[in-house]
Structure formats: C-alpha cells, structure tokens
C-alpha cells in the first residue's frame, strides 16, 4: 500500500531563516513526487516536482526539494521564509505505471512564519 | 487563459440529500480527477474520467458516481448524504498521458451536511 507521511502537523520559523518541511514516502517502485501549497479555501498550487535526475529540484515562489531515494524522502526547502509564506503544503506522491494517475497525499504541514 | 473552474464554491445540505458538484478543466485538459479532503486531512482520490467512462476509482462507495460531458467538464453526485460527507470537494484536470505533469486544482466546493 502506498502512503506519504508529513510528520509535523505544524513548523514555525522566523521570518529570514531557511525552513524545511519533511516528506517521507512507501510506495512500490520509483514514483513522480510533488509539493504543493494551499491557501485558506483555495484549492492546491503546484510548487514543485521530482521525475527524474538531479536530486534537488528547484520550483515556484524560491522553494526547492531534495529527493533522497535511499531514505525515501522528498523534503521541501527555502533559504529564506516569507510571513506570505504561511500556508498548508502537501507532499504527494503519484506512482509511475501507466494508468495510475491519482495522487496520494500527506496529511500536511501547518507553515507559519512569525514576522 | 481560465484555470480549473468548479460551482458552487459552498453548499449546505441534509443529511439523506443528494448534491451535484461541477468542474470545468484547465483549457486543453481532456481528464478529471476528483478529490475530497475532509477537515484537517489532505485530498483523497475519489475517480478520475477520461473520454466520458471512470478510468479509475479510490476506496468511496457506490453512493459516489460522476460523469463527464463531451466538451470535458465533469460532475461529481453523491447521494444518501452523511455528516461524514462534509468536507472540501477539489476538482484537477490533467492531460491523459502526461504522468508526471502536475494536476492542475480548483479552488473546491465546500460541502457541509447537517
């Protein structure tokens, strides 16, 4: 069975220091993995993605990931957090065979930048 | 260039109702998937329709049907209400074929059943 774990419901950091939000996956074979953000009673922004070849991954809005296939980890990153950062990010993962389209969705990370 | 388009954006119903939530793709998307995501979780996969049939289906009972209408837009019925069922209900389109492109999302229907 595939699943997606976030293991912090919650991540505080100051305005002007780097953050990481954590994503570990198990899932069979080698997925697509996504990042995404959401904004109060909007839908889900597409951050960024890993498919295949350098293992940090570069994306929207100055935020990066870094694929760790041996730890089976896709961690989201930025240098430098922003308050406008603050939002709900979702890791999710979508399996490689053809046919399997969906995506499987951590529960997700509360970010919250204190100005 | 419109983005994932979905109505109404809130709803409120009884619990033993029916409702039907619709979407319109991303302009040049030919699938849609839709998702549930209850209060405090993230999305769950519901189904996905692609030329008019379901291609594939999450663990939801029967009581979760849809349909998808030639010009690619979609609905999303669900009947027998339950207060379980009050939850954010999100829209993605897709191109078929293109897997490890993002889905694009709307902005939801927010469902509440009392």
């Known amino acids: 069975a595939q699943s997606v774990a976030q293991p912090e419901d919650q991540v505080n950091v100051a305005e002007g220091n780097p953050l990481t939000v954590k994503c570990t996956y198990s899932v069979s074979g080698n997925p697509y993995l996504f990042w995404y953000v959401q904004y109060p009673n909007r839908g889900l922004q597409f951050l960024l993605k890993?498919?295949?070849?350098?293992?940090l991954v570069k994306g929207s809005y100055g935020f990066e990931a870094e694929f760790n296939k041996s730890q089976t980890s896709f961690h989201l990153k930025k240098p430098s957090a922003l308050v406008s950062d603050s939002a709900l990010y979702f890791c999710a993962v979508r399996l490689r065979q053809t046919g399997a389209n969906n995506l499987f969705f951590g529960t997700g990370t509360r970010l919250t930048v204190i100005p | 260039d419109a983005g994932v388009t979905q109505s109404p954006t809130h709803l409120i119903k009884t619990r033993g109702q029916q409702v039907t939530l619709r979407c319109s793709p991303k302009?040049?998307?030919?699938?849609v998937s839709w998702y549930q995501q209850a209060l405090g979780q993230g999305p769950q996969f519901i189904f996905q329709y692609y030329e008019e049939e379901e291609r594939q289906r999450g663990n939801f009972p029967d009581r979760f049907s849809g349909h998808q209408f030639p010009n690619y837009s979609s609905e999303l019925n669900v009947n027998a209400l339950l207060l379980g069922d009050s939850a954010l209900y999100l829209c993605?389109?897709?191109?078929?074929?293109?897997?490890?492109?993002?889905?694009?999302f709307g902005n939801g229907t927010r469902l509440t059943v009392t």
């Open positions: 993605a389109s897709s191109l078929s074929g293109r897997y490890n492109s993002p889905l694009h």
């Open positions: 302009s040049g998307h030919d699938t």
């Open positions: 890993y498919i295949t070849g350098d293992n």
